[in-house]
């Protein structure tokens, strides 16, 4: 017999959402052509891993898968355990830890190369070491708008997009049945600050050669308009950092450790305010430096110190309190509250460092919605408030496509089936309401909890 007669799957594309369908995190998405599976992404639930494990949003510790998965922090895999054998490549789009955070976990389960742009794989790879954990499965990277073919019948394209994270890609499989594409994380920003504009044209070529079936970023498809581009944040980080005195207070920035961008725009700024510029906390040290290996971006060069450990920190805080805190800009981890943070362990003097009143914090960031996030959040601004520090919060633009953007999308690319993942069940909605709205076949849009499987052709 052949091994076409002794594959015990049915010929055709089928779609399983293992997570990330219907909620926000541990993205992951199987698609199988024919007997060969592909995977997408493998990505940490964030409220429920901090939940878990009370650690800085960035940080990833040591835990056992099967805690992890009860936790629900990290994608069951176990509903595509009949798969297993016939994986043949994962794909990660981008490096955010909702995307690539259970790698270490899961990636483990399948005889795979790991493929992501060189950003991509430079912070897998600095998170692997630092929790010195080995994989088997190959690392290998593959350049935004490049192609690479997995197998005889499947070649993948990474086509560059725009998010909050270095060299996002949006991840094509070209198949014989069509072109799948799995689009998620994304934002249409015309003026990104770090890196090239959305390669547009790329995805009108896609959408010209024909795509099967899209999965959709839908995080932000209930915000109307277009979201607004990094440009817009940088403004609004010029004007918090420089159009208000603060020169003789201490001035404390904490965003998002791995948006590069917004770093740039943070050290640019910093370097004007002639501060000392610091970078305080792990993951900031982790996202940094994996942009600095890959020749990215330089902070250090232009005068930044990157600070990782505890006592390394320990000993600059001795230093800026004897020195005056107002020569330094300080860029800690903390944006969310997160108890293990850098900003909440200066709040609790776990440091030589006091704040008084009239000290600068920025959040440039906007609080996740959801619990724990909030209350942490909450309870850093009401200490903050004590000790009379003024602070700028939402100093931030988001790095998701909001409907317009989606709408564009849809045009732009024509998809003849769409999945729209990485939103709650209110927005899944409303994005099944705009491909009506658009005169879309309605059984096209697919509403899918993870496990549930999606038989295409
Ligand atoms: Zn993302």
Request: with cysteine.
């Amino acid at each position: 017999m052949t091994p076409q007669q002794t594959s015990p799957f049915p010929k055709g594309v089928e779609i399983i959402p293992v997570g990330g369908t219907g909620e926000v995190g541990r993205n992951m998405t199987a698609v199988r052509v024919d007997d060969e599976v592909f995977l997408f992404d493998m990505g940490l639930h964030m409220p429920n891993y901090i939940k878990y494990t009370e650690e800085d949003i960035s940080d990833l510790s040591k835990l056992s898968t099967e805690a992890l998965r009860k936790a629900g922090a990290i994608p069951d895999d176990n509903v595509i355990k009949h798969l297993r054998k016939n994986v043949k490549a994962i794909f990660l789009g981008h490096g955010h830890l909702d995307h690539i955070g259970a790698v270490p976990f899961v990636a483990q389960h399948y005889n795979a190369p790991i493929i992501g742009s060189p950003y991509t794989i430079q912070v897998l790879k600095t998170i692997l070491k630092d929790e010195k954990i080995q994989l088997k499965n190959r690392l290998e990277t593959l350049s935004p708008n490049s192609t690479r073919k997995i197998t005889k019948n499947v070649t993948v394209e990474f086509v560059h997009i725009t998010h909050s994270i270095p060299q996002s890609v949006l991840v094509a499989l070209h198949t014989k049945y069509g072109i799948i594409l799995y689009a998620t994380d994304f934002k249409f920003d015309n003026n990104p600050i770090l890196g090239k504009p959305p390669h547009y044209e790329g995805l009108k070529k896609l959408g010209d050669k024909g795509i099967l079936v899209s999965m959709i970023d839908c995080l932000y498809v209930t915000k109307p308009g277009k979201m607004p581009s990094e440009a817009v944040a940088r403004e609004m980080l010029r004007d918090a950092m420089l159009g208000v005195d603060n020169s003789k207070h201490a001035l404390v920035v904490t965003t998002f450790s791995s948006h590069i961008a917004r770093l740039k725009s943070i050290t640019e700024f910093g370097r004007q305010t002639k501060r000392k510029i610091l970078f305080m906390g792990r993951s900031l040290a982790k996202y940094s430096q994996a942009a600095e290996d890959i020749d990215l971006i330089h902070f250090t060069k232009h005068g930044v110190d990157i600070m990782k450990y505890g006592n390394q920190v320990k000993r600059k805080f001795r230093e800026i309190t004897k020195r005056g805190k107002e020569k330094f800009l300080l860029v800690v981890t903390g944006h969310q509250g997160e108890p293990k943070s850098m900003l909440a362990k200066m709040i609790n003097r776990k440091f030589d460092f006091r704040f008084d009143s009239d000290d600068h914090v920025i959040f440039s960031s906007s609080v996740i919605p959801v619990e724990p996030n909030m209350s942490y959040r909450k309870a850093i601004e009401q200490q903050l408030q004590r000790e009379g520090v003024r602070f700028y919060t939402d100093i931030h633009c988001s790095g998701h496509a909001a409907r317009e953007d989606i709408r564009e999308f849809l045009k732009l690319t024509r998809p003849r089936h769409a999945i729209p993942t990485h939103a709650e069940p209110n927005k899944v909605d409303s994005f099944v309401q705009l491909w009506n709205e658009m005169g879309l076949p309605p059984k096209n849009a697919h509403v899918l909890k993870p496990g549930q499987k999606l038989k295409l052709v």
